[in-house]
C-alpha cells in the first residue's frame, strides 16, 4: 500500500543543498506540507518563499552538529503544523583526502554532520514521528559498500548512517515507524562539482565520466527518495542496478534479525535500559 505523501508534514535537514532543494520541489509536488531546516538562515528562508510559503512551508535554522539546535528546530516545526509524519536526514559533506593529510578536526567534521547529524535528526524527530506512525529516513551512499581510497571519513560515516538505521529499526518496529535507508552512487550536485574540481578525486574516480564510477542524474535519485518514502522502504538504491552489491553485505541481516530479535523482547530490553550517559 502507498504511503501517500499528500498532507503528510516532511522535515527536511540539508534543505537548501543540491538534493534538498530537488527533494522539497517533489515532495511539494506530491502535496506534502514542508519543515525545511539548514545552517545557512538566509537560504532557508528564501526557498520557503520560492516554494510559496504560507502555513504549508515553514523553515529553520539547524547546525546538525549541535543537539539543542536540531531538538529545537524540529519541536518549533512539530509546534508549527500541530504533527511531523516523514523525517529526511539529508545533511551531508564530502571530502577526499588521504589518512596521512586529513586533520583530526576535518574527519571528525566529517563524521559529526554525516553520521552524529543523522543520528540527532532521528532522535529529535522519533517522538513526534511515533505519534502517526510515519517514517525516517537517512541519505547515506553506496560507498557505504564500496570503500574508496582517500574516503575512509566519508565511508566511515556513510556506512555507519546504514548500520544505526538497521539497528534502529528494530527498536522502532513495535512503534509502526518505518526507517530507510538510500544510496545514490555520485550524481550531479554542487557537493560533486567539488569533487570533479579536485585533482585527487578526479584521478580516483576518472572524473566520473564512465565505468563504475558513472554519475546519474539528480531527478533519478530524488525519484528514488520519493518513491522510497512512499513504499516506507528499508533500503533504497540508485541505480537499481546496483541493487545485487548492496544487498550482498546484508544478505543474512533479515534471517538474523527474525530469528535472534522478537519484538518482545526488543520493548524490553528498552524498558530496562538506563539513560544511555554513562
Known amino acids: 500500500m502507498t504511503y501517500a505523501l499528500a498532507g503528510r508534514v516532511v522535515v527536511l535537514t540539508g534543505s537548501t543543498g543540491g538534493l534538498g532543494r530537488a527533494v522539497a520541489m517533489a515532495l511539494r509536488d506530491k502535496g506534502a506540507r514542508l519543515a525545511l531546516l539548514d545552517i545557512d538562515r538566509a537560504a532557508v528562508y528564501a526557498q520557503v518563499r520560492d516554494l510559496g510559503g504560507g502555513s504549508d512551508v515553514w523553515g529553520g535554522h539547524v547546525d546538525v552538529r549541535s543537539w539543542p539546535t536540531v531538538e529545537s528546530a524540529i519541536d518549533a516545526a512539530a ?22 593529510k586529513i586533520s583530526p578536526e576535518a574527519f571528525d567534521r566529517v563524521i559529526d554532520i554525516n553520521l552524529n547529524g543523522a543520528w540527532r535528526t532521528f532522535r529529535a524527530a522519533l517522538p513526534h514521528v511515533r505519534q502517526h506512525k510515519g517514517y525516517m529516513l537517512a541519505v547515506s551512499s553506496m560507498a557505504a559498500f564500496v570503500h574508496s581510497p582517500l574516503q ?52 580516483i574516480w576518472g ?39 548492496a544487498r550482498a553485505p546484508g544478505v543474512f541481516r533479515r534471517l538474523v534479525e527474525r530469528v535472534g530479535f522478537r519484538d518482545a523482547d526488543i520493548k524490553a530490553a528498552i524498558a530496562a535500559a538506563g539513560v544511555g550517559d554513562r
Open 79 to 100: 509546534h508549527h503544523f500541530g504533527r511531523i509524519d516523514v523525517a529526511i536526514a539529508n545533511a551531508g559533506v564530502a571530502t577526499a583526502s588521504p589518512m596521512e
Open 152 to 203: 575512509a571519513h566519508y565511508t566511515a560515516s556513510k556506512a555507519g548512517v546504514w548500520a544505526m538505521c538497521d539497528s534502529i529499526r528494530l527498536e522502532v518496529r513495535h512503534l509502526g515507524v518505518g526507517v530507510g535507508t538510500i544510496h545514490p552512487t555520485f550524481f550531479a550536485t554542487p557537493m560533486m562539482d567539488g569533487v570533479l574540481a579536485d585533482p585527487a578525486g578526479v584521478k
Open 207 to 245: 572524473g566520473n565520466r564512465g565505468g563504475l564510477w558513472k554519475m546519474v542524474s539528480l531527478d533519478e535519485v530524488v525519484q528514488g527518495i520519493i518513491r522510497g518514502v512512499e513504499r516506507r522502504d528499508d533500503m533504497i538504491v540508485v541505480p537499481r542496478k546496483n541493487m545485487l552489491v
